[in-house]
């Protein structure tokens, strides 16, 4: 993670910067799809842009759904060490008791979207604000609590093959290793979808995606690095025979508090801020999934469009809020049946996202390679280069995304992942022959390019 998380933070900034000079010359919160709608050309806009339209909402209720969910087992481990741990006795929620967390933290994040932009706004810069502060903080403060550290050496040279996986080969164990940092690199096209609601959005737009990639590798890595120091027996993390049930970055907290203090107090509201600060990532989501359901029910790509994209006295698109934050629920119900099948179902958030990020890359490097034009924020005679980088990386992941993660490969421990994608692919693309193809025509939008 130490060296993989700046190698996919350096392709990450490849894609927002071919991201941002297409946005600074289409601002519209349509974002993506209506991208590649102008750059596809006027043969294939309808085509480009669904797809592209419906890779990007789904992957995006995705990424909400996975969010959300990982909150609500987090919120289910700081109850289980608040209540003495799993060697303790401490209580371990039920699936259905975490769905229900899952459900409520949801609805928050539907209530809060509801409010006038100006709330929406006061909160989310408090989201910057706090996750700003927590991440110094706790970078700092780990390693600094924890009585056992690891050495420079351990951190930069280390190699884990010990996983439980079966895995052992160091090169696949990198190359899986890049994949959860692509996970968490992703949302930045949240600037596009608020470029409606953006002041000079044609230069404020693109330098949203560009400086929230920038940030996050920043700032990401200083974090990896605080929180490996105080990391020295990696297979006892995890497993699920520690306090934390086998969550690792909990146990590292509370192991930190404990070994000092006698006590893991500390560790566990060091897990509340980490709590609060994914409670601000999951409502940015939420705020995202809303204007693209918006944008794209106003282009009438939606079933019952008319109704999806009505705003209310605020101007707050609030029944997009309220079908985002539902679907996002019911993607989740998977986890009830099959775990397998719900990590099948959230895989769309990074495959799906990054497919509708590299559509439109990819017509403006080869169908609109001599019309396109440039707007204020352009990457000028590397523009090409920067774009293809960007493509290539894409298909890149999209193939490791689709490796096995586990060895024996069972049908617990396949990879589904090509089967979540490609089903999303067929689906939306048989809609498209059976029905969109006689009705939609394209985006529309409210903005002068």
């Not at 509201?269 to 409502?283: H, P, Q, R, Y």
């Not at 204007?291 to 997009?320: C, T």
């Not at 990457?379 to 920067?386: A, C, S």
Request: with cysteine.
């Amino acid at each position: 993670m130490v060296y993989g998380w700046f190698i996919a933070g350096a392709f990450t900034m490849f894609v927002g910067l071919s991201m941002a000079e297409i946005c600074s010359s289409y601002p519209t919160s349509g974002g993506l799809y209506y991208w590649s709608a102008k750059l596809a050309g006027r043969k294939w806009a309808p085509f480009a842009s669904w797809i592209t339209g419906w890779f990007n909402i789904v992957g995006q209720w995705a990424v909400t759904t996975s969010v959300d969910f990982s909150l609500a087992q987090l919120i289910q481990v700081i109850i289980l060490l608040s209540t003495g741990g799993k060697n303790g006795g401490g209580y371990e929620a039920s699936k259905y008791v975490v769905m229900a967390f899952h459900g409520g933290i949801l609805f928050m994040h539907a209530l809060i979207n509801s409010l006038p932009i100006s709330w929406l706004s006061f909160f989310g810069q408090l989201a910057a604000a706090w996750n700003l502060v927590g991440v110094f903080v706790l970078m700092i403060l780990i390693p600094t609590v924890a009585t056992e550290r690891a050495s420079a050496k351990f951190v930069f040279t280390y190699f884990n093959t010990d996983n439980g996986e079966g895995i052992s080969n160091k090169v696949y164990i990198f190359v899986l290793g890049l994949l959860m940092s692509q996970y968490t690199l992703t949302g930045y096209d949240a600037s596009a979808h608020m470029t409606e609601e953006t002041k000079n959005a044609d230069t404020n737009g693109p330098k949203g995606i560009i400086s929230s990639i920038g940030i996050s590798i920043v700032v990401g890595w200083g974090y990896i690095l605080g929180i490996t120091f105080a990391v020295t027996n990696i297979p006892y993390l995890l497993s699920s025979d520690n306090d934390a049930s086998g969550y690792a970055i909990a146990e590292v907290f509370y192991l930190a508090f404990k070994s000092r203090y006698g006590s893991g107090v500390g560790g566990i509201i060091c897990l509340g801020v980490v709590a609060v600060a994914i409670f601000f990532c999951g409502m940015s989501s939420v705020t995202s999934n809303s204007r693209m359901a918006y944008a794209f029910s106003r282009d009438g790509a939606m079933p019952l469009s008319s109704l999806w994209h009505k705003v209310n006295k605020q101007e707050v698109p609030i029944y997009a809020v309220w079908l985002s934050a539902f679907i996002s629920f019911c993607m989740a119900l998977t986890s009830l049946g099959s775990l397998v099948a719900f990590q099948a179902m959230v895989s769309i958030a990074t495959i799906g996202l990054y497919i509708a990020y590299a559509l439109p890359i990819f017509f403006r490097v080869t169908l609109a390679r001599k019309s396109f034009v440039p707007g204020p924020f352009n990457l000028g005679r590397y523009g090409i280069t920067v774009g293809w980088v960007a493509v290539i990386w894409v298909a890149t992941i999209s193939v490791l995304f689709s490796l096995p993660v586990a060895y024996p490969i069972t049908k617990d421990t396949l990879n589904y992942t090509p089967v979540a994608v490609g089903g999303l692919f067929i689906l939306v693309v048989s809609y498209w022959i059976v029905s969109g193809r006689f009705w939609f025509t394209g985006p529309v939008t409210n903005i002068d390019t």
